[in-house]
């Protein structure tokens, strides 16, 4: 199983051209490897949470999940973490760890 997320379109910082595309080979990769692929492209921390707990919900017996994320992020201290496509300025609560 592998829920992939590919967040191109941010509201304050510059687009990217590869996530979509990312998403589609990797998915096209995947299914070729017997996987089930669930693509998403330019989803919100809350269209994130949602459509990941249902993912998980729906494959809880699944032997080896897969989530792949290309899309804006960036490490502090040892945290890895995803920026939100509607990000401002940086602040406590604003992103996700990884």
Do not use: C
């Given at each position: 199983m592998a829920f992939l997320v590919g967040n191109a379109n941010y509201n304050a910082a510059p687009s990217?051209?590869?996530?979509?595309?990312?998403?589609?080979?990797?998915?096209?990769?995947?299914?070729q490897l017997d996987f089930e692929a669930s693509e998403h492209l330019d989803l919100d921390r809350s269209e994130i949470a949602n459509e990941l707990s249902d993912f998980l919900d729906a494959h809880?017996?699944?032997?080896?999940?897969l989530f792949y994320f290309p899309g804006h992020g960036m490490q502090f201290e040892v945290a890895n973490l995803m920026v939100q496509l509607d990000q401002s300025a940086p602040k406590s609560g604003n992103f996700w760890h990884l």
């Amino acid at each position: 199983m592998a829920f992939l997320v590919g967040n191109a379109n941010y509201n304050a910082a510059p687009s990217l051209e590869n996530p979509t595309a990312d998403v589609g080979l990797i998915s096209k990769t995947l299914k070729q490897l017997d996987f089930e692929a669930s693509e998403h492209l330019d989803l919100d921390r809350s269209e994130i949470a949602n459509e990941l707990s249902d993912f998980l919900d729906a494959h809880s017996d699944a032997g080896v999940t897969l989530f792949y994320f290309p899309g804006h992020g960036m490490q502090f201290e040892v945290a890895n973490l995803m920026v939100q496509l509607d990000q401002s300025a940086p602040k406590s609560g604003n992103f996700w760890h990884l």
